[in-house]
């Protein structure tokens, strides 16, 4: 199965892509209607796409004491369905685990109707690179494959140039999320991608949480074989884009017009800064980004997307001092908040 057109048009012209939170009960129950609201609110806020099952919704979804993958992946299709969205849209769904695992995984998000995976290697430290390279193989032949090159401190790993030249070549992967958090990793995936006779096929995105901004206005050249060849960050699937979402649409679409244009303004040197910023909040990079994903959840408590800030896992909370960072970061930077949309969006819910 591959892409339609307008989807892959949308793939390498550069989509808004957030990764989906998991909502939950202060008892750690899955919350239905507030999982299905915050896919209402992603699809009002102009996302082009959504990523389901992935970091950000948690990978414990998928152990028996949970068993909540399937349910994710099918409320959110189910919202995305209701919605009747006339503009093309990407539904992309987590999938990792060893080989047999991501092949169940991949096949049942095409049953579902899912159009891409995002296909993680984390927690397979003792697969080999070449046999990572084989499971991906496997993954493709059912749904085109988004790469993922995971940030070490929550779970990634470090992978060789050579690793992604050979993953660029397998037929199907269409696009990579860099998320390394690292420059230099970033660099080798783009020097590869562009080596690989398949470059012009293969979108790249940033995942670098702390250099969003700044990745989506790089464009690199790399000499190959003694020519150029350009490579451009073109869009971002990315936690951060789960929370202050309308307003990030907005900026991220400004962003890709000046960049259509060539003309970049130096405020987004500032306003990269002021997210970043706003990320290390968030993400709590203080502690090693222990907070994470406590904190995506908290700031949508606060503006009552989600009931708290709950996640599966007891030891996934709230750091020392994050929630002073989040205080400060809101005081801050109120022109990067979309508290107003919500409160809107939260009124129109009341009366559905």
Sequence with gaps: MTLSHELK????????IPAHPLALTHDKQLDELAQRRLT???????????????????????????????????????????????????KIAGVCGEKDQAIAEVKLAKEIGYDMV??????????????????????????????????PAVGGRVFSYNFWEQFASIPNVMAI?????????????????????RTEEIAIYTGNDDNIIADLLTSYNIEIDGKKVSKQIVGGLLGHWSVWTHTAVKLFEQLKLDRRHDQVDKKWFSVAQDVTDCNSAFFDSKNDFKGSIAGINEVLARQGLLKGNWCLMDHEVLSKNQSEEIDRVYATYPELHDDEFVKSFLMKESVR
């Design 9 to 16: 048009a949308l793939l390498h012209e550069g989509a808004f």
């Design 40 to 90: 209402r609110y992603y699809l009002e806020a102009g996302v082009g796409g959504i990523a389901v099952g992935v970091h950000t919704t948690q990978f414990e979804i998928r152990d028996p004491a949970f068993n909540l993958y399937e349910t994710v992946l099918r409320l959110a299709m189910e919202e995305v369905k209701q919605a009747k969205i006339e503009r093309p849209f990407l």
């Design 118 to 151: 995002l296909l993680s290697n984390g927690g397979l430290n003792d697969y080999s690179e070449s046999e990572l390279l084989e499971r991906t193989v496997e993954v493709a032949k059912e749904l085109p494959v988004f790469g993922f090159y995971l940030q």
């Design 177 to 197: 999320k860099v998320a390394p958090f690292n420059r230099y990793l970033t660099l080798d995936v783009i020097r590869a991608v562009c080596a690989s006779p």
